[in-house]
Nanobody
Framework: QVQLVESGGGLVQTGGSLTLSCTASRRINGLVVMGWYRQAPGNQRELVALKPRVGDPIIAQTVKGRFTISRDNAKQSVDLQMNSLEPEDTAVYYC??????????WGQGTQVTVSS
C-alpha cells in the first residue's frame, strides 16, 4: 500500500519554528488534495491545513497567520511551515493526501512538542 512519509517533527521552544515535510512512498497519479491534520493528547484529530492541486489553501483558524502550507505537485510533497509555535500546538501531526478516486492516504504521524 502507498503511504505518506513524514519528517521534521521535534521539540521547539515557544515562539520557535518547525517545518514538516511529507512525500508519497510510491508515485501516485492524480493527487487532488494534500494536507495536514493533528491530534493532541485527549483530543480528536483536527484539520490544520489543506492544499488543493490548484488554488488557495485552507488553513484552520487556530493556526492562520502562523502556519503556511506549500505543495510541490511534481514531487508529490507537501510542507507545513510552522512559526510562532505555542504549547497548544503540541500534537502528533499527520500528513494526508486524496487521489482522484477519493482514496485517502495517511502518514504515521510526527510528534511536535512546544515547550513552555
Amino acid at each position: 500500500q502507498v503511504q505518506l512519509v513524514e519528517s521534521g517533527g521535534g521539540l521547539v521552544q515557544t515562539g520557535g519554528s518547525l517545518t514538516l515535510s511529507c512525500t508519497a512512498s510510491r508515485r501516485i497519479n492524480g493527487l487532488v488534495v494534500m494536507g495536514w491534520y493533528r491530534q493532541a493528547p485527549g483530543n480528536q484529530r483536527e484539520l490544520v491545513a489543506l492544499k488543493p492541486r490548484v488554488g488557495d489553501p485552507i488553513i484552520a483558524q487556530t493556526v492562520k497567520g502562523r502556519f503556511t502550507i506549500s505543495r510541490d505537485n511534481a514531487k508529490q510533497s507537501v510542507d507545513l511551515q510552522m512559526n510562532s509555535l505555542e504549547p497548544e500546538d503540541t500534537a502528533v501531526y499527520y500528513c494526508n493526501a486524496v487521489d482522484v478516486g477519493s482514496v485517502s492516504y495517511w502518514g504515521q504521524g510526527t510528534q511536535v512538542t512546544v515547550s513552555s
